[in-house]
């Protein structure tokens, strides 16, 4: 019987890395998926940059911090939840941005707004153009799109802005269908600068008839 005196200690247990969560929709090289805690170090990775954050509202971080990360993500626990990752299929435990819905109130329940961002790691290849593809795909032709919208048809409008200039966007609104709708002239104020919004919407209706072909 071994002394236990010289007996050594056992080696503490390796903590268990937390699963990473099933996608809520995938496209040819993405996943969408769930928040978890542990995406908070890829996700300030990527956001911490003046490059990202010059394109997104104020109540997007600069700098983008741990505690940024990790505020956002708790937030985003308790259904319904409206706020995704992004990562590589190749790589789904790294998020890589982020996108998220938010819908209309009153008479405009039945649209929704979509909004996202990728780190500048990852541009250039398409990726924004797949993501948002994907993102009306799930909205407008699934069921679990209608279920989220709360509407018994689900959302008939998708629609989102970008600031003036921000050229790399307004392609991929482009590239997906979306519309030019307008252009809100002086509506944003970034770092002291008056910025034109530009307004992009696509109806159910267009998007079935892309889907056809038509």
């Excluded at 390796?14 to 995406?39: E, N």
């Excluded at 911090?65 to 992004?86: E, F, H, K």
């Excluded at 993102?135 to 409008?157: A, I, M, N, P, Y």
């Excluded at 079935?208 to 038509?214: A, C, I, L, W």
Aim: hydrophobic share 35%.
């Amino acid at each position: 019987m071994p002394d236990p005196s010289t007996t050594a200690p056992a080696a503490p247990a390796t903590p268990a890395t937390p699963a990473t969560p099933h996608p809520l929709f995938t496209t040819a090289r993405l996943q969408i998926r769930p928040l978890i805690p542990s995406d908070a170090p890829s996700m300030s990775h990527h956001a911490n940059n003046p490059r990202v954050s010059q394109h997104m509202s104020n109540t997007f971080p600069s700098p983008y911090t741990l505690d940024s990360a990790t505020g956002w993500i708790a937030m985003n626990q308790t259904p319904p939840i409206y706020n995704w990752g992004i990562c590589l299929s190749s790589a789904p435990a790294e998020v890589i941005g982020g996108c998220g819905l938010k819908p209309g109130a009153d008479v405009q329940a039945c649209g929704v707004e979509i909004g996202f961002w990728i780190g500048e790691e990852h541009w250039g290849k398409g990726y924004t153009t797949e993501l948002l593809n994907g993102v009306v795909e799930f909205v407008f032709g699934s069921e679990e799109g209608r279920e989220l919208s709360g509407q018994e048809k689900g959302w008939t409008r998708v629609w989102g802005w970008v600031f003036e200039g921000n050229v790399g966007s307004r392609r991929c609104f482009e590239k997906g269908g979306f519309r030019h709708e307008g252009t809100m002239r002086g509506a944003a104020v970034k770092k002291g600068v008056s910025i034109d919004l530009l307004v992009f919407g696509l109806v159910r209706e267009e998007w079935e008839e892309r889907r056809k072909g038509v």
